[in-house]
């Protein structure tokens, strides 16, 4: 796969994330790019939430089961 196929990939993998977590709460969209493989940087993009509150929310999801 060359660089131009990565970069075409990259950029589905986030209109798909942005789609599935499209009107959803904060949490549920956090749990929904992160079954989708986003790393915490990019579900940060995607939902403008700081790095640390992601991290946190995680956390908490994870205590919470």
């Known amino acids: 796969m060359d660089?131009?196929?990565e970069l075409i990939l990259g950029k589905l993998d986030t209109i798909i994330g942005l789609l599935a977590s499209q009107g959803k709460e904060p949490d549920k969209q956090i749990e929904i790019l992160r079954s989708l493989g986003f790393t915490?940087?990019?579900?940060s993009d995607v939902t403008g939430l700081p790095d640390g509150t992601i991290k946190?929310?995680?956390r908490r999801k994870r205590l919470d089961k």
Do not use: F
Not at 40 to 43: D, E, G, L, N, S
């Open 3 to 5: 660089k131009k196929d």
């Open 40 to 43: 915490i940087k990019q579900i």
């Open 56 to 58: 946190t929310k995680m």
